[in-house]
């Protein structure tokens, strides 16, 4: 694994974004992978940018509080650490919304989204152990009351999510 193989960003939504200033953009343009693998990564960025390691961390609370972006953290390739699997839910549509927000309170759950399809709550597990994967979809299934299908990885490839943002009026 090289040093610099972790993803940062994910999850930019869809709204307005002419009002962010220059750290913003950076920070969601240019790191959106590659957060430097050190025990400081955010103080490394800061040196990238010019700012301080606090400015780095208070505006990537801002674009988190905003729900700009929806997590900062690694992405490691599945089962290097610990087991992971996509899982889907058929939520009825009034209980989407509190499903999706138990499902984004929970520690091993990288992110959930919306399929227009009677298979409709989509997310990924990571968890530490194959028991604590299972402990973790019977403990969904057990305080939603619905049934939880796991789609683990049959086959692995790579897909690079990352894209040049182009910022309007600039």
Do not use: C
């Amino acid at each position: 694994m090289n040093t610099k193989s972790m993803a940062m960003l994910t999850s930019i939504n869809g709204s307005d974004h002419s009002q962010l200033n220059s750290l913003q953009k950076s920070l969601l343009n240019d790191f959106q992978k590659d957060l430097p693998l050190s025990p400081t990564p955010y103080a490394d960025i800061a040196m990238q940018l010019g700012v301080t390691e606090a400015e780095v961390l208070e505006t990537l609370q801002e674009l988190q509080k905003h729900q700009i972006i929806g997590r900062v953290g690694p992405v490691f390739q599945p089962h290097r650490i610990g087991t992971s699997t996509l899982a889907a839910m058929i939520v009825p549509k009034e209980r989407l919304q509190s499903v999706a927000d138990y499902l984004s309170s929970l520690p091993e759950i990288n992110h959930n989204y919306e399929r227009e399809h009677h298979i409709n709550l989509w997310f990924v597990i990571t968890a530490t152990s194959e028991a604590h994967l299972q402990a973790v979809l019977n403990e969904i299934a057990q305080n939603t009351g619905i049934k939880v299908m796991s789609l683990p990885i049959l086959e692995n490839y790579h897909l690079d999510f990352s894209f040049d943002l182009k910022w309007r009026n600039e």
